[in-house]
């Protein structure tokens, strides 16, 4: 309500809408040639073009919308879920990862003339079926997540990782794990780790669940006992307690190391979580204890792969509160976006899944789908790049700071 309702005076008329007729006759064109030059069509002069253009932005004039989604027949809209987020939503964009893959996503897709609905995790049909959307993003969805199974029941395209590969009206962008695990993995060992752990989150994700399969079988292959430090929240405390959990050691035990149907470890190789019994995180020991498995210290790690996202800063602090020199005594590498890793002292190594890659190619798929009519089944795999700094470097060992991509066949 404005001051002068308040006192009975009248409300002021709405500034009328600038039409294209408006523009043709202040820049002295036609009304033809306006709305070629706006829409990048016609054979025109750059400097006509231009000036069609210059008139429109400054006399505030905006095109239609509804009657270019009616002879469209799109709304332009695109629904975007971040499905690991469903008991957390609202930390997921404290994620340097999320967060720039969820910019990434709005910013190609504008340009490509859509705009980005954000839905929340978990959301119910109810919620979004009367909103027109032409398609729906959904970034890592957990197993028991229905929102995938939603859209396509309410013929809505969607857009996800590989875990909806082969349903039909679903197509899919991921990274190739194993590659990058692996990568990871055999670079911490050529610098001479012979104690990696693995602290990862506790998720039913596809992404998840291939980083467990992927560093089982890289143990396996190298006889090395399974090392594993699960985190069962997101965000920077609860993955620094699991971290100082890890860097405690901590008597192995045995088990079942069968996966269970969600492919994450079984629930036999745990121990409480070092010295905080009560922070939920499990310590997943190897089925080879020897004399070095010792609760007293003989077992600490000499080398950590973080895949739960923490700020690398946060990290490198822990592994000093805990006596160990890093690269001398521990090697770090961490799958992270945060800029600040190649700030710290020692600079941090990190895998990046390549967030911004990931948005284009599908948004690419998107628009092949929705405007070109493309109905195959639709997949890709983006390589994933690890950028190595003195945090995984031995003093000594041959290995130099720089970059490797994770690359795989594309699918057939």
């Known amino acids: 309500m404005t001051s002068a309702s308040r006192h009975g005076g009248q409300h002021s008329a709405p500034t009328p809408r600038v039409r294209l007729v408006d523009v043709a006759r202040e820049a002295g064109l036609s009304k033809t040639t306006v709305s070629a030059a706006l829409n990048g069509t016609g054979r025109l002069s750059p400097a006509v073009r231009e000036k069609a253009r210059e008139t429109a932005r400054r006399m505030g004039y905006r095109p239609n919308a509804t009657a270019r989604q009616l002879r469209a027949g799109r709304a332009k809209l695109i629904g975007y879920v971040v499905g690991e987020a469903v008991d957390a939503d609202s930390v997921f964009l404290e994620s340097p990862y999320f967060a720039r893959l969820t910019g990434a996503t709005a910013a190609t897709a504008l340009r490509r003339g859509y705009a980005m609905v954000l839905l929340p995790a978990g959301s119910l049909q109810s919620e979004w079926a009367d909103l027109p959307l032409d398609a729906v993003v959904v970034t890592d969805p957990d197993a028991d997540d229905r929102i995938v199974d939603d859209v396509l029941a309410a013929g809505i395209p969607v857009f996800s990782d590989r875990s909806v590969e082969g349903r039909p009206g679903a197509y899919w962008v991921d990274v190739d794990t194993s590659d990058a695990v692996r990568t990871a993995l055999d670079h911490l060992r050529e ?31 190298h006889d090395l006992p399974e090392r594993v430090v699960r985190v069962g929240e997101p965000g920077n405390g609860p993955v620094v307690r699991a971290v100082e959990t890890a860097l405690a050691g901590g008597p192995a035990t045995g088990g079942d190391r069968r996966p269970d149907s969600r492919g994450r470890p079984g629930s036999g190789d745990r121990v409480d979580g070092g010295d905080r019994p009560d922070s939920g995180d499990r310590v997943d020991g190897g089925d080879r204890p020897g004399s070095g498995d010792r609760p007293d210290g003989g077992d600490r790690p000499d080398a950590l792969l973080v895949v739960a996202e923490a700020s690398p800063p946060l990290i490198l602090e822990a592994a000093r509160r805990h006596g160990y020199g890093v690269p001398d005594d521990l090697l770090l590498v961490c799958v992270s976006e ?34 070109h009519g493309l109905r195959q089944p639709l997949g890709t795999l983006v390589p994933t790049r690890l950028d190595i700094r003195a945090s995984s470097v031995r003093h000594g060992r041959p290995a130099h700071p720089g970059q490797t991509e994770c690359t795989s066949r594309p699918p057939t």
Do not use: K, M, N
Not at 195 to 213: C, G, K, N, Q, W
Not at 349 to 366: F, M, Q, V, Y
């Open 191 to 221: 610098q001479g780790a012979r104690r990696p752990v693995l602290v990862v989150p506790d998720s039913t994700t596809r992404f998840h669940a291939e980083v467990f399969a992927a560093h089982r079988e890289w143990c396996a292959e």
């Open 338 to 371: 945060d800029v600040t890793a190649e700030h710290t002292a020692p600079p941090v190594t990190t895998l990046s899944l390549r967030p911004e890659a990931i948005a284009e190619a599908g948004i690419e798929h998107l628009v092949a789908v929705l405007e």
